[in-house]
C-alpha cells in the first residue's frame, strides 16, 4: 500500500508551497450565517447513563442527524458557498473516506454544480454506493487516502476541477467550528469537550469556537491506535507519514498531509489532550451507543462515548461529546451490538 508514496512526496514538493492559513471566530461566524438553513442544527441530548458514570453532566451532539449522517456536510458546505459563480461552474473534486465525499456529492446536488469524488479501494462498499446515489462521478484509485488524493491533483491539473479538501482548509475548518458556536449556546457551563481526531478540522473548528468564548473548557482529541496521524504529529512536532490500517473507526484513516497548513498548528495549540483507543473499546462505544442512547453510530462517531467508558477521559464540569457520524454497515454494526469481540 506504501508503493505509490514516493510519487505523492513529487507531487507535494512539486507544488508551490501553499502559505499557512489560520481561522478565527469571525470566519466561524461568517460560516454559520452562510450555512444557515443548510445543514441541520443538530440536537445536543443529555445522556443519563454516561453522566451517572462520570458524575457530571455529559451530553452528546448528534451530528448522526444531518443529511448525510455525519458532521462533514457543515464545511464542504461553507466551502462550497464559498466559491465565486464562474469556479462552481467549473465543478468539484475530493479525495475522501467516504462522508466528507458525501458531503461534497451532496452541496453538489442541492447547488446544482458537477462533483468528482475520488476514493481509496479500502473504503467500505456503502459508502461508495451512498455517493453514487447521490450522483457524482466516482472515481476508486489505490490503497490509501494519499493515493487518492493523487488522483485529485491529476482531475485539477487536466480538468480543472476546483478541489474541496476534507479538512486541510481554511473554509471547511470554520465550517465544522459552527459545532462549537452550537455547544456554547446551549450548554453555557461548557467545560469539556470530546472530539473524534483524524485530519483535525472538526477538533481544530470546534476548538477556535470554543476557547475564543470558553477560554478554560478542555478540549480533548480522540483517535483510534491504528494509525493516529494527528496524534503522531503532535508527539513529533511535524506531520509525519503514518501506515493506515482496517479499524472500526474507518472515517478517522489517513494522514494529515506532510504539507499541513491549517489543522497542524491550530490542532497543536489548542487540544489539551489526545486519547487513543483500542478496537474493543471502539465496539464498546458503538455498543452503548446502540443499547442505551438508542443511536445508530459508526466507529469514528463512537470514540468520545468510547473514552468515557474506558475511563481514559475524566472531564471535570459539563461534557459535551462530539457524535460525529452514523455511516457505518449494517451487517458490522450488527454484530458488534449482538455483542461479539471487535
Ligand atoms: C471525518 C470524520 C471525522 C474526523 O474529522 P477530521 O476533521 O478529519 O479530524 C470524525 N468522524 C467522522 C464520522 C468523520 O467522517
Redesign the pocket.
Known amino acids: 500500500m506504501t508503493v505509490i508514496k514516493p510519487q505523492l512526496a513529487i507531487v507535494e514538493a512539486n507544488r508551490p508551497a501553499a502559505p499557512p492559513a489560520s481561522v478565527g471566530l469571525p470566519d466561524i461566524e461568517a460560516a454559520a450565517a452562510r450555512i444557515t438553513g443548510k445543514v441541520e442544527r443538530t440536537p445536543l441530548v443529555a445522556s443519563p447513563s454516561l453522566s451517572r458514570l462520570c458524575g457530571q453532566p455529559v451530553h452528546l451532539k448528534f451530528?448522526t442527524r444531518q443529511p448525510i449522517g455525519?458532521?462533514?456536510l457543515r464545511?464542504a458546505m461553507n466551502a462550497v458557498l464559498a466559491l465565486g459563480e464562474d469556479q462552481r461552474r467549473r465543478g468539484l473534486v475530493t479525495a475522501s473516506?467516504?462522508?466528507?465525499g458525501r458531503a461534497v456529492a451532496y452541496a453538489a446536488r442541492e447547488l446544482g454544480l458537477a462533483a468528482a469524488i475520488c476514493m481509496s479501494a479500502l473504503v467500505p462498499a456503502n459508502k461508495v454506493e451512498a455517493i453514487r446515489s447521490l450522483g457524482a462521478e466516482i472515481r476508486i484509485f489505490g490503497r490509501s487516502q494519499d493515493d487518492a488524493q493523487i488522483e485529485v491533483e491529476r482531475l485539477v491539473a487536466e480538468r480543472g476541477l476546483i478541489p474541496i479538501p476534507?479538512?486541510d482548509d481554511p473554509d471547511v475548518v470554520a465550517g465544522?467550528g459552527t459545532i462549537g458556536l452550537e455547544l456554547v449556546e446551549e450548554l453555557p457551563e461548557l467545560a469539556c469537550v470530546l472530539?473524534?481526531?483524524?485530519?483535525?478540522?472538526?477538533?481544530?473548528?470546534i476548538a477556535v469556537a470554543v476557547k475564543a468564548l470558553r477560554p478554560f473548557a478542555r478540549i480533548v482529541g480522540i483517535s483510534m491506535e491504528r494509525g493516529a496521524a494527528?496524534a503522531a504529529a503532535i508527539v513529533a512536532g511535524r506531520p509525519v507519514e503514518v501506515v493506515e490500517e482496517e479499524t472500526l473507526?474507518d472515517?478517522?484513516g489517513?494522514g494529515i498531509g506532510l504539507a499541513n497548513r491549517v489543522?497542524f498548528a491550530l490542532c497543536r495549540e489548542l487540544i489539551d489532550e489526545v486519547v487513543l483507543l483500542s478496537e474493543a473499546e471502539i465496539a464498546a462505544g458503538i455498543r452503548h451507543a446502540a443499547r442505551e442512547e438508542g443511536e445508530i453510530v459508526?466507529g469514528?462517531?463512537a470514540v468520545g462515548i468510547a473514552a468515557l467508558l474506558a475511563g481514559k477521559v475524566s472531564p471535570q464540569g459539563p461534557t459535551a461529546i462530539v457524535v460525529?457520524?452514523r455511516?457505518i454497515d449494517e451487517a458490522v454494526h450488527r454484530r458488534i451490538v449482538s455483542g461479539a469481540a471487535a
Open positions: 451530528e455525519a458532521f462533514k464545511g473516506t467516504g462522508n466528507h476534507p479538512f465544522q472530539i473524534p481526531l483524524s485530519g483535525g478540522g472538526l477538533a481544530a473548528g494527528m473507526a472515517s478517522l489517513g489543522t459508526e469514528a462517531g460525529s457520524g455511516n
